[in-house]
Every structure is written in C-alpha cells, then in structure tokens.
C-alpha cells in the first residue's frame, strides 16, 4: 500500500513563500499522478494542483495559479508544492494525494495527513 507523508508547513506572512513536500512509499507509487489539495476552516476540501505521472501534466486552480508550483522527484518518490506570494486566504491544511488519474475533480486513493499552511497579515 501507499503511505504519504507531508511536511513544510508552518508560519509565514502575507507574500512569503513555503515549499511543501510530501514523501510516497509503498508498491510502486511512483506511478501515481499525484496532487494537492487544502481544507480551510469552515470551508470544504480542495485541490489546488495536480501532476500526472513524471510531471507531464500540470493542473492548478485559478485561486493559485501563477503563484503555486507542483512538482516531483520520481528518483525519490516525492512530490513538492511550491508557493509564493501567499496570501492570508491561502491558511488552510494541505493534503498531499496519489490517484490513477490527475486533475482537480478526479478522485484520489492514498492521502497524507496533512501539514498546517498559516499566512499572517
């Protein structure tokens, strides 16, 4: 089975910058597309950026695009979300998750637990 680990999470103001990470292991997980997804309080849970298998495709919502980066390390089976200019609406968990098939509306299998993302003003 897949396991997901996430960590970079943490503090930063308003127009900082964070890299997440998120380490996959498990039978042949490097195959997976892989994507992100956040869940802020009071809010439903929701993707933010996808990658399908090797970085071929990239998918972001409109909400982080142009400022979010997705992308992996096969050799490591770990896969990154890079973000800038974050803003204070950006404060959410964020998931990291491995599926069949990528995109924002597509289902996923295997989930992290999550890493707390906080932004201050």
């Known amino acids: 089975q897949v396991q997901l680990v996430e960590s970079g999470g943490g503090l930063v103001q308003a127009g900082g910058s964070l890299r997440l990470s998120c380490a996959a292991s498990g039978l042949g997980s490097s195959r997976y597309a892989m994507a992100w997804f956040r869940q802020a309080p009071g809010k439903e849970r929701e993707a933010v950026a996808a990658?399908?298998?090797?970085?071929?495709?990239?998918y972001y919502a409109d909400s982080v695009k142009g400022r979010f980066t997705i992308s992996g390390d096969n050799a490591k089976n770990e896969v990154y979300l890079l973000m800038n200019n974050l803003r204070p609406e950006d404060t959410a968990v964020y998931y990291c998750a491995a599926g069949w098939t990528a995109g924002l509306n597509k289902k996923y299998d295997y989930w992290g637990q999550g890493t707390q993302v906080t932004v201050s003003s």
């Open positions: 990658m399908s298998k090797y970085g071929l495709s990239t």
